[in-house]
């Protein structure tokens, strides 16, 4: 069974950083897009980050400059590291998956795994 389990969420004050990991279980992801996307209640899903097979992130402009995508293959794992970050970046982050060797884009309709959600809160 294909899972991608999420963790490195929680509290933290503007300006500061946290690190979100996620590792798949049940494939391996080294050869698919991977990538993150968030969700603040009442306001629809919307894409992050995004990395290929090859390596190369996207990055909504949002989070240009502040966030970094990366991945593991050997640890099917892929991480954000996510630097200065602002109230606006809170939200429940979903690490997911698209089954192409290339990303299509931050579409939330691309994935077709997604793990369950880690909670990112940063206060002002």
């Known amino acids: 069974q294909v899972h991608l389990v999420e963790s490195g969420g929680g509290s933290v004050q503007a300006g500061g950083s946290l690190r979100l990991s996620c590792v798949a279980s049940g494939y391996t992801s080294k050869n698919n897009c991977m990538g993150w996307f968030r969700q603040v209640p009442g306001k629809m899903r919307e894409g992050v980050a995004i990395?290929?097979?090859?390596?190369?992130?996207t990055y909504a402009d949002s989070v240009k400059g502040r966030f970094t995508i990366s991945r593991d293959n050997p640890k099917n794992t892929v991480f954000l590291q996510m630097s200065s970050l602002k109230p606006e970046d809170t939200g429940m982050y979903y690490c997911?998956?698209?089954?192409?060797?290339?990303?299509?884009?931050?579409?939330?309709?691309?994935?077709?795994?997604w793990g369950q959600g880690t909670q990112v809160t940063v206060s002002s």
């Open positions: 990395v290929d097979a090859l390596g190369d992130p």
């Open positions: 997911a998956s698209e089954r192409r060797y290339s990303c299509t884009g931050l579409n939330r309709n691309n994935p077709d795994i």
